[in-house]
C-alpha cells in the first residue's frame, strides 16, 4: 500500500496507541472491526473494578442497596458504550 510517511507514521502511532500491529490495525478499520486504544482500555478496566466495589457495597449495605443498584445500572451502560467504540 503507497502512503506518504506523514500518512505512515500517523498511522503507526495510532496502530501502537492501540497496541496492533499496523496490519491488524488497517484490517480491523477497514472491515469496520472494535479498534480500541490503551487509555480506553484502561478506562474499561477501572470502571469494571469500581462496579465490582459497588457490588460489593450493595450486597453489605441492604439499607442503600436500591442506591448501588442504579448506580450499577448507570456504570453498565457507560461500559457497554465504551465496548462500542
Known amino acids: 500500500m503507497r502512503m506518504s510517511p506523514n500518512e505512515r507514521s500517523t498511522i503507526a502511532r495510532k496502530a501502537q496507541e492501540c497496541n496492533l500491529s499496523m ?19 484502561e478506562a474499561l478496566k477501572e ?4 462496579g465490582g466495589l459497588i457490588k460489593h457495597l450493595a450486597s453489605t449495605d441492604r439499607q442503600n442497596a436500591h442506591e448501588y443498584r442504579d448506580a450499577l ?12 467504540c
Do not use: K
Not at 496490519?23 to 482500555?41: F, I, K
Open 23 to 41: 496490519s491488524e490495525y488497517l484490517r480491523r478499520c477497514a472491515l469496520g472491526r472494535m479498534v480500541s486504544s490503551r487509555s480506553n482500555q
Open 47 to 50: 470502571l469494571r473494578r469500581q
Open 73 to 84: 445500572n448507570l456504570l453498565q451502560e457507560t461500559i457497554l458504550r465504551f465496548d462500542r
